[in-house]
């Protein structure tokens, strides 16, 4: 009998889902420290394939098992990190191969106020359709949403 029940809940365990949150898939995280493991599955038996050592880079989360989380970043690496490693603060990278105006307001035609270079983290403070409001250098201002990753392309902030 208690191996009958011992059988049931390891094939249970087996079967249904490690826990997950019940937030969407895929969403935007950050990296909490300088020093992150990323492993190649989501458990520390795991070999470690990266070292992350930029705190406050965006992440995007992919997927869930149980307390990890795969994470893919701007260059398109994935691993597994453990949740605890993850913050709901969003920063952004600038992207491309130039730097990027910032301006004042969300419009084309407004003053500029500084120039931002590639691969430069930014936090994330707003969004409209097309712009979105950052703060990098002690600054906020207005940046085209095209030059950002870590923020999805209809994604509003407000």
Do not use: C, F, N, P
């Given at each position: 009998m208690i191996v009958r029940c011992f059988s049931f809940i390891l094939i249970f365990l087996l079967c249904v889902p490690a826990f997950a949150t019940s937030l969407p898939l895929p969403r935007w995280a950050?990296?909490?420290s300088d020093e992150i493991n990323a492993r190649t599955g989501p458990g520390t038996r795991y070999p470690i394939a990266w070292v992350y050592h930029r705190a406050e880079m965006p992440v995007e989360i992919v997927e869930e098992f149980?307390?990890?989380?795969?994470?893919?970043?701007?260059?398109?690496?994935?691993?597994?990190?453990?949740?605890?490693?993850?913050?709901?603060?969003?920063?952004?990278?600038?992207?491309?191969?130039?730097?990027?105006v910032v301006r004042f307001d969300p419009s084309a035609g407004a003053r500029p106020m500084l120039k931002v270079d590639p691969r430069v983290i930014a936090r994330l403070a707003e969004c409209k359709p097309h712009w979105c409001r950052i703060q990098v250098a002690g600054r906020k201002g207005w940046i085209e949403k095209q030059y950002l990753w870590g923020v999805y392309p209809k994604e509003i902030i407000e």
């Open positions: 950050s990296l909490k149980g307390q990890w989380r795969k994470i893919r970043d701007a260059e398109g690496t994935a691993g597994w990190v453990h949740e605890s490693m993850l913050g709901g603060r969003r920063y952004v990278v600038i992207t491309g191969k130039e730097a990027h």
